[in-house]
């Protein structure tokens, strides 16, 4: 994939990114967006449900990508490890689209509303997820914990990611994130901070 999202969007994607950062998001509006883009206000409407989800369309084709991993993994993988496989794989886009996505994320990070929609879509991801895990047959509690820490790992990972000076390893930072959180889970219920009863299965 040569860019972050299908290429259809692209040029609305980056016209809303590049207004953005120059006016603020809240100065920014449809038209605006499609008319840099070289498009009517009706084009834009065809591709995006308002002006939040073309900031979005990246993480959308993510989020279709990890589920799809996810579910066509194989059943003789332990949950976690095919949620961490699905995060890692699907996380190879990256690289290749680092600077769109640090000016992408910028944009979020400095406007509440659009803060308060990407913590609803890791929702979203985490409960796709879920169904997935539990349509291949994972019972419950082991689909929503493998879930859970998956984009509970990915969340903190992406953000060292996208923060760090020089380009970091996607796959080797995922999993040590990911190696990290289960240390201090692991942690937490040895001192006895957690108090937890513990099912036997396999996560």
Same mark, same amino acid.
């Given at each position: ?11 609305? &994607?980056?016209? %809303?990114?590049? #207004? ?11 038209? $605006?967006?499609? /008319? !840099? ?75 509440? &509303?659009?803060? %308060?929609?990407? #913590? ?11 169904? $997935?895990?539990? /349509? !291949? ?67």
């Amino acid at each position: 994939m040569g860019r972050w999202g299908p290429d259809a969007r692209g040029p609305l &994607e980056q016209a %809303a990114v590049a #207004l953005c950062l120059k006016h603020g998001y809240a100065q920014v509006t449809v038209v $605006a967006i499609a /008319q !840099r883009a070289g498009f009517s206000e009706r084009t834009f409407y065809r591709h995006f449900a308002d002006k939040p989800e073309v900031l979005f369309a990246g993480f959308q084709y993510f989020h279709d990508n990890v589920v799809h991993l996810v579910t066509s993994a194989a059943t003789s993988a332990a949950p976690m490890e095919r949620v961490a496989a699905a995060f890692e794989q699907a996380g190879a886009v990256f690289p290749e689209n680092a600077e769109q996505l640090r000016q992408r994320q910028g944009v979020i990070d400095s406007t509440p &509303e659009l803060r %308060a929609r990407e #913590l609803s879509k890791v929702a979203t991801l985490t409960a796709a997820v879920t169904r $997935a895990l539990l /349509q !291949r047959g994972v019972a419950d509690p082991a689909a929503m914990l493998s879930a859970e820490a998956g984009t509970l790992a990915f969340r903190i990972a992406f953000a060292t990611w996208i923060n760090a000076t020089s380009q970091e390893d996607w796959p080797r930072l995922f999993r040590q994130t990911l190696d990290d959180l289960g240390v201090v889970i692991t942690s937490a219920v040895s001192h006895g901070t957690v108090s937890v009863k513990r099912p036997r299965v396999s996560i």
